[in-house]
């Protein structure tokens, strides 16, 4: 009798307190900058770990001539899903939901091909 109680307990505990799941998320309500600022270390892991795999690529050697990266950033992709993802999943909590992956598809991937020739510029000094 107990453990049945217990059981309808955990229950009814678990559906109070656990995530709304339909409920929309809203945008954490900070400043701008201050979501700047919390952004800004989750792009650049995004970045230097695509940069990474970028320049581990066989081809890379060949590519760097021609600053030409794209076939070699979206071949890094499967590698960086994780830092990627947490990008993406932070975007959406500071900025809204969804905004993420627009931000992702739009000014980030506009941007990731001349960030990854300036961090391989950069390694390479």
Sequence with gaps: MIVGSLVGLSLVVTIATGPA??????AV???SRQKSAAMQPLLRSATECIARSVTADPRFAV???TSDFGDLIVD???SCTGPVRAMIEAYDRYFGEGSGEAFFM???LDVLPMAVGKWVK???Q
Aim: hydrophobic share 25%; glycine share 10%.
């Design 106 to 108: 739009g000014p980030y």
């Design 63 to 65: 590519q760097a001539k």
């Design 29 to 31: 309500q900070m400043s």
């Design 122 to 124: 950069g390694t390479e």
């Design 76 to 78: 890094s992709m499967p």
């Design 21 to 26: 799941v339909d409920a929309p998320q809203k």
